[in-house]
């Protein structure tokens, strides 16, 4: 029922976007520091790890399922034409910056977005001028990144990044409807909150597919990215919204007592 073209993201880019990226990423965690986001940025460093050893180490090394050729893993790299191997070598550097622009980059950005969000949608103000100026500023961030690539050259190699999710999708499934049960569950006279929640995941998933699919980065269809949008990073946000609005209010509290 589902296309399989679902289940396989690619990823076309030069190298360059790696430093581009980071360049980004200074100027993003710098202006959070400047605007006193510190809990933000320790979230989004909490969860970077996490995301990194997913998908850099434990997809990396889990085989892709019996769909594709043996010896094929979840994750697979390609770099200046190169399809890298097992174990990498001298090729350890390279996978390691494209691996650090798409995990821990990725959650630098997006974690601490989401506590901000977050807290606004818990103050009633989700539509604040807060939530438009973050979002805006790590929209037009990402949206510089892939022309910029193209406009200084400072490593043209061409990198393919794919993973094959087909091993992957019943989790992605139940981690949802674990996830959102439990949103749903918790926020039931307040199923707004939920609705939001989810919502607030979408659009978090898209800034981060918008600019990869309009530069040619991704290589695939609109509804790809729709389905992208709904179902990449809400694996994480409802038990991110929880953590952040039940969890640590309570850890606080009960630290605040004991001192």
């Not at 850099?56 to 994750?75: D, E, F, L, V």
């Not at 350890?92 to 807290?119: C, E, H, N, Q």
């Not at 929209?139 to 999710?165: C, G, K, Q």
């Amino acid at each position: 029922m589902i296309p399989h073209e679902f289940f396989q993201a690619h990823r076309l880019f030069q190298y360059d976007y790696v430093y581009v990226d980071a360049f980004f990423l200074v100027a993003w965690i710098a202006f959070l520091l400047y605007k006193r986001e510190y809990s933000a940025l320790l979230v989004g460093a909490c969860i970077a790890p996490i995301i990194y050893l997913i998908d850099a180490q434990i997809w990396w090394n889990a085989s892709a399922g019996p769909y594709y050729p043996t010896g094929t893993h979840i994750r697979e790299y390609a770099i200046g034409g190169i399809s890298l191997t097992r174990p990498l070598g001298e090729s350890w550097w390279p996978k390691f910056g494209a691996d650090f622009m798409m995990t821990i980059s990725y959650a630098m950005y997006t974690f601490p977005w989401l506590v901000i969000v977050f807290r606004n949608l818990r103050e009633g103000k989700l539509l604040s001028s807060s939530t438009y100026t973050y979002t805006l500023i790590w929209l037009t961030f990402w949206m510089l990144i892939p022309p910029l690539t193209l406009t200084f050259s400072i490593n043209d190699s061409e990198v393919h990044a794919v993973r094959y999710m087909d091993t992957q999708f019943r989790f992605w499934i139940a981690n949802l409807v674990v996830g959102y049960g439990l949103l749903l569950i918790i926020y039931r006279k307040r199923l707004s909150i939920a609705l939001s929640v989810i919502g607030i995941g979408f659009v978090g998933a898209v800034i981060m597919e918008l600019p990869l699919y309009l530069f040619g980065i991704r290589p695939t269809g609109i509804l790809f990215i729709l389905f992208e949008g709904f179902f990449l990073l809400n694996q994480g946000v409802p038990y991110v919204f929880l953590v952040t609005d039940k969890v640590i209010p309570k850890l606080s509290s009960w630290i605040a007592a004991q001192y």
